[in-house]
């Protein structure tokens, strides 16, 4: 267990980030963001025992990206079946100053979050895999389930599709 | 419009997105806190299981009511088999659980009712060889043909020593003597010889007799008189149940 836990932590330090900023570029509020990555997190921590020793989940950083692309995906499911409220009841969802907030105050970098979140989403995926985290062709290939051809095909119109919207803001 | 070496350039900029450290360390330390994942959770089962598990649990896993469960099971099988031998026939395996059966419920009959019920186990027996002959179960026929004489000669005697007159009674006895003829001819058109039933003749021309007697000495009206006539004919021919069908009619005049 211990050997897990440690292991574990490992994949933990290396993914924190990068999942926390994928979630939080497809929810933009902190609140939501943590939440959804701690639970992506808590889910992989309970398949990697399950899976463990004899089967390892052969690729991590796929499954965790994957977790994290469904639990958006609820979340905007479930965002869809709540009531409208009127704008005066509309609270700030982060009221403490983190760094996402000043991220925010830069207007150019809040132009191109709003420009990734106007792509669809699986344009969204690939423009934040591809530029943002660095992945490689295969490794997104394999994510998508799709050639390195198609895989490639995809990245150049995702970022054709960016520029469009970026120049609009 | 912004050159695509820009706009990648602001892309990566968006790398200052990161969570709170604090919180990192506070989720990475409460999710491996949590329970040891690596026993595989069960599968939901069915409601059927739970209730099926429940109760087993209940009675199998308790000492103290494992003789009740024990004595349950036994008394369902019992039952059970109980019912799947009333669909027997002479020769199958579980056949004497059948007539075990069809014994217990005489213990529940009057005596007056007594030979009715048996001449009724007779009629069975009788249906019973209709269905080995149909079925073509050769192996079967002598013991089905040995039931209904049995049958028959049990019926027989109770009838002999019953001293009833109630009209009631004879009415049912003669039912049931009716339907064995028919369905004896039934039976032996089938090409199956089952012979006489002397002792059933034998009851019924005594109970015929006690009946006829009955009626001799009495005033009775033209109706009655040619009845009684009638009734004397038939038992001459030996033909008693008729004779007592006809006997019944003076008792019951026919308006």
């Not at chain 1, 497809?26 to 089967?55: G, H, M």
């Not at chain 1, 965790?64 to 009531?83: M, Q, S």
């Not at chain 2, 649990?57 to 308790?62: G, H, L, T």
């Not at chain 2, 049990?154 to 109630?166: F, G, R, V, W």
Request: proline share 4%; glycine share 4%; charged share 30%.
């Amino acid at each position: 267990m211990k050997h897990l836990q440690e292991s574990f932590s490992k994949i933990y330090d290396q993914y924190i980030e990068k999942i926390y900023r994928f979630v939080f570029l497809k929810v933009n509020s902190q609140d939501i963001a943590q939440d959804i990555t701690s639970e992506t997190f808590l889910r992989c921590w309970q398949a990697y025992q399950k899976n463990n020793p004899n089967n390892e989940i052969k690729n991590v950083s796929a499954f965790l990206y994957k977790i994290a692309r469904n639990l958006v995906i609820d979340h905007y499911r479930e965002k869809g079946r709540t009531d409208v409220v009127s704008v005066d009841f509309v609270t700030l969802n982060d009221q403490k100053p983190g760094l996402e907030e000043k991220i925010a105050i830069n207007s150019e970098l809040e132009q191109m979050k709003t420009a990734i979140s106007k792509l669809r989403d699986d344009y969204q995926n690939i423009i934040i895999w591809y530029y943002l985290e660095e992945m490689s062709v295969p490794e997104i290939a394999q994510m998508l389930g799709k050639t390195e051809q198609a895989t490639r095909v995809m990245i150049h119109r995702a970022l054709k599709s960016l520029k469009g919207h970026f120049g609009q803001v | 419009m912004v050159a695509e070496k820009e706009l990648i350039a602001k892309i990566k900029e968006l790398k200052q997105i990161k969570p709170n450290p604090d919180w990192a360390s506070l989720v990475k330390s409460q999710i491996l806190a949590k329970g040891d994942y690596s026993i595989p959770e069960k599968a939901p089962s069915s409601g059927k299981e739970n209730v099926l598990s429940l109760f087993f649990s209940k009675f199998f896993f308790q000492p103290r009511l494992k003789p009740v469960f024990a004595f349950s099971l036994t008394l369902f099988l019992f039952l059970g088999l109980f019912g799947f031998a009333q669909h027997t026939v002479p020769g199958d395996f579980l056949y004497p659980l059948k007539k075990i059966t069809e014994q217990g419920r005489e213990f529940f009959v009057s005596r007056d009712d007594l030979p009715k019920v048996q001449l009724e186990m007779a009629n069975k027996r009788l249906e019973e060889l209709t269905q080995i002959v149909k079925k073509n179960e050769v192996k079967k026929l002598a013991p089905a043909i040995n039931e209904f004489h049995a049958n028959v000669e049990k019926a027989a005697k109770t009838l002999a020593n019953s001293t009833s007159s109630n009209p009631e009674h004879i009415k049912a006895l003669v039912n049931e003597t009716q339907k064995i003829k028919e369905q004896k001819e039934k039976v032996e058109s089938m090409g199956v010889v089952l012979g006489e039933t002397k002792e059933l003749d034998s009851a019924l021309s005594q109970l015929a007799e006690q009946e006829l007697k009955r009626f001799e000495g009495q005033i009775l009206t033209d109706d009655q008189e040619e009845l009684l006539k009638q009734a004397n004919k038939y038992y001459k021919e030996k033909n008693y149940a008729r004779a007592l069908e006809v006997i019944l009619q003076m008792s019951y005049p026919q308006q």
